[in-house]
């Protein structure tokens, strides 16, 4: 793992508008600050923070900082897996892919794809010693490997189901559980689980629905700053939350056999997936 031996991190929040993250580590005394093509803005009502906030292309600001940690959250719109439904047309499903024609409504979306990837590689890749980089299901794991670790938001006290994926640089360890609480589900009108979180912003205005799924929330920025700041300074990390539900907990099963006119115990721990 790098060393940065400081008391005071400069940490860059990459393609962050709403200052979640950037709030929580100024919270603890360092030196942050959002950076995004869009200006400044507070998802929960208060008021922004404009000079925390470098309002331009991320790109040109990673080499004039010396930053000691980025944390990243390049827009998902085109390189998700959600969006593979717009790169064909579809009246092609039932043909391979190297024949298929663009979508007729959407004729640049691979080109656009493509761009999305080549900007997370250069995030990724910068000369930065702590790197964590936010995506969710997508095709960055073809241009970057596997994620480090998924999580979600109810791991941190919101009630949302969001498969988030982690790809880290310098040895960051995986974010832990500090405040898991049950996230909130629906049934379909066919019985089926639906997560509620993602049906109430789906009844939005694009745009609204679009920027309140992009942020992250609260709970997980808080996790952030303060685990991952400790990871940097060497601290030790804080004590895991201890009241997590019994029905995402890791059960352990253990029963006794004899074989051979010895008796072995044999335990089976059945593990829960993220």
């Known amino acids: 793992m790098a060393t940065v031996p400081k008391k005071r991190l400069r940490v860059l929040v990459a393609c962050e508008c709403s ?50 940690l980025m944390v990243c959250h390049p827009p998902c719109t085109f390189t998700g897996v959600v969006s593979n439904r717009y790169l064909y047309h579809p009246d092609d499903k039932k043909m391979p892919t190297s024949e298929r024609r663009p979508h007729p409504n959407h004729p640049k ?9 080549t900007f997370a590689k250069k995030l990724y890749n910068a000369n930065i010693p702590y790197i964590a980089l936010e995506h969710p299901r997508s095709v960055l794991t073809a241009a970057l490997g596997h994620p480090q670790f998924w999580c979600h938001p109810y791991w941190f006290g919101q009630p949302w189901q969001k498969k988030t994926g982690w790809w880290i640089k310098g040895g960051l360890p995986d974010l832990k559980p500090t405040d898991m609480v049950k996230p909130e589900m629906m049934k379909s009108k066919k019985g089926r689980p639906l997560n509620k979180w993602h049906r109430d912003t789906s009844n939005l205005p694009r745009q609204e629905c679009a920027r309140i799924r992009s942020c992250l929330s609260q709970g997980m920025a808080n996790a952030i700053a303060k685990q991952w700041s400790n990871a940097v300074l060497g601290h030790p990390p804080a004590p895991v939350v201890t009241n997590v539900l019994n029905s995402l907990q890791t059960p352990a099963v253990s029963t006794s056999t004899t074989h051979n006119g010895s008796n072995i115990t044999i335990t089976v721990v059945i593990q829960v997936g993220r």
Do not use: M, N, T
């Open 19 to 68: 200052q979640r993250v950037c709030r929580a580590f100024r919270a603890l005394g360092h030196e942050a600050f959002s950076c995004d093509i869009q200006p400044a803005y507070c998802p929960d009502g208060g008021v922004p923070k404009p000079e925390w906030h470098i309002h331009g292309d991320v790109l040109k600001e990673i080499d004039k900082g010396c930053w000691d």
């Open 109 to 117: 979306r691979r080109e656009k794809r493509e761009a999305g990837v």
